[in-house]
């Protein structure tokens, strides 16, 4: 594009470029990665566009219709969530825990008032399973440990924009579902309408900065090197509302060079809801679902 134009294109060139592609070629097609990736190019090269707001929305239009055509089972379990007023259950995990995941997924299917959650991994093409080993859904990201931050952040992008208006339940892949515990739907439902961004807070600036070496496939600096920027809630077991889901999904599409540097999607999401004036409210979820979250710690190389 550039040698057809016979000079440096800026960003806003770019972001008009992109619109006019989709408006060309997309907007009258069948929903297609190819109209998604068009309306991100045109987000992050001009995030401060007067259209924004407008960009936005063709995005979740198009994200939704896509998912409708092509993945109806994701659709119809986002629907049928929303209209038990619950957050959407979310484990999150990679292809070499699938085995636990399902084992997760399945014992917290009667403990969440029998909504089955979808286990999130990536490591291949958009893709949606459910049968009844579970269900799974696949993202085009990586599957390694520092692709993490990237898997939680694309996975809340596509379920904000299909309409998890009750927000979503973030679950460690090794939480275990303790027994004889009852849990009650409109205790759980009051606990939600507490905050926008609720869970275990940790508030110390002394958290450890090598928790990700060992775990990293990749060459990653051995320290972390970011700083404290307020508490946030760990990782292992979180709610995000509805709300606070749509501001964090909106700035990671404008800026997705937010998690560069990054191996913490806990860290990250709690600094950028913090930026975006959106607290950590502390509770232990744990407690009113029946939940333990301290797995043993797992390592590249290491069994549990």
């Not at 055509?69 to 990679?94: F, K, N, Q």
């Not at 997924?105 to 089955?116: M, P």
């Not at 090598?210 to 077991?237: D, E, M, N, Q, S």
């Not at 979180?238 to 860290?267: I, M, N, Q, V, W």
Request: charged share 20%.
């Amino acid at each position: 594009m550039t040698d057809e134009a016979g000079r440096r294109l800026s960003s806003i060139d770019l972001h008009q470029i992109a619109l006019r592609l989709f408006v060309d070629h997309c907007i009258d097609d069948e929903p297609s990665a190819t109209g998604q990736m068009l309306l991100r190019l045109a987000l992050k090269a001009s995030p401060y566009s007067e259209n924004l707001a407008d960009i936005l929305a063709a995005y979740r239009e198009i994200t939704r219709q896509r998912v409708a055509r092509e993945l109806p089972g994701l659709a119809e379990w986002v629907a049928a969530t929303a209209a038990r007023r619950l957050p959407l259950p979310v484990v999150l995990s990679c292809d070499a825990y699938l085995g636990k995941a399902r084992e997760t997924a399945c014992a917290l299917t009667d403990r969440y008032f029998g909504v089955q959650p979808v286990i999130v991994i990536g490591g291949g093409a958009l893709a949606f399973e459910r049968d009844d080993a579970g269900a799974v859904l696949r993202l085009p990201v990586g599957d390694v440990y520092e692709a993490l931050p990237a898997k939680v952040f694309e996975s809340w992008t596509l379920l904000e924009a299909l309409g998890a208006r009750h927000g979503v339940l973030k679950i460690d892949d090794d939480t275990r579902v303790l027994p004889g515990i009852a849990a009650d739907v409109d205790e759980t439902r009051a606990v939600f309408a507490e905050g926008d961004y609720i869970g275990v807070t940790v508030a110390s600036p002394f958290h450890d900065r090598c928790w990700h070496h060992g775990k990293c496939t990749a060459p990653v600096p051995a320290i972390y090197g970011k700083p404290f920027v307020a508490p946030w809630i760990r990782g292992a077991l979180y709610y995000l509302s509805g709300s606070a889901l749509a501001r964090l999904t909106a700035h990671y599409l404008c800026f997705p060079g937010c998690l560069d540097g990054e191996y913490y999607e806990d860290k990250a999401t709690g600094d950028l809801l913090h930026m975006l004036g959106v607290p950590a409210v502390g509770y232990a979820i744990e407690s009113v679902l029946g939940l333990d979250t301290d797995a043993p710690e797992r390592g590249v190389g290491l069994t549990t």
